[in-house]
């Protein structure tokens, strides 16, 4: 049985063959849906912020299958379909019915340890404040002129911020070198070039469990930074990333290209390879962020 759920902050819409059903997203409504539900089910959800998590969670430990997709992959099938109306309800029957033709090519779910876990939501919660630092920053250039006595209350803000940001940084780094495989990765991963100890966490808290991907090509892809080739007809074929995975891990693989054509000489030599070639510097870049994506799967699975 094919199970469709869509997930929001408060609510479950659940599809199960043509019976549609509504239940709390709390624990109680969790366990009260998994009670309910047919042990041969197959359930298919959205990967909606951290909301989709606690039934993934419950629905894997009691032994059902469970497939977490990417909201582009339903938007682009929505598409094909021809659909007009967007409801919860609806939602959860395409869903059901995008499990039914595209099962055998997804993934199960599999849940994060929960150290990894943490601290992907710690380096989250502090990149957010970086954020939120800058934006105070400018608000404080605006408030010198307004009035001195607001300048001089809200000159502390930025700098807490700051303060915070790095206790997280320091308490989501304690958190993975509590768990030895991810004290392994990060280690492995500031042999990289261009990649320091904080890089290094950013890229292990965006990437997860490295050994979900079966290979360096599997793990470039998720990044983001492998290229999308389009032909069509006569037209040239034209090939651009594909930008699909998280935005914060191909950032962060951008700045340490970029240090390492500055300090390492293999990649410096590949970057002016490819400029001397007629490449834009920017593809180039983006060239030696895809090599050291790779090279980050091979130091931590080998």
Known sequence: MNVGVDISRSRLDVAVGDDLSQWPNTPEGIAALIARLPSSSSVVMEATGVYYRPLAYALHRAGFAVYVVNPLQVRSYARSLLTRNKTDKADARLLARFLAQYRADLTPYEPLPEALYLASLLVRFAEGLT??????????????????????????????????RESLYSE???????YPVGASWLTSLQTLPGVGPTLALKLLAYSGDFRRFRSARAYAAYTGLTPRVYQSGELDTVARISRIGPPALRSSYYLAAVSATRTDTAQAAFYRRLVGSGKPKKL?????????????????VR
């Open 131 to 164: 954020t939120q630092r800058t934006a105070s920053l400018n608000r404080l250039h605006a408030w010198a002129y307004a009035h001195p006595r607001v300048h001089g209350l809200a000159q502390a803000v930025p700098q807490v911020l700051q303060d915070y």
């Open 172 to 178: 989501a780094r304690a958190v993975v070198e509590a």
């Open 284 to 300: 180039a870049i983006v060239a030696v962020a895809h090599r050291l994506a790779r090279a980050a799967w091979a130091v931590c």
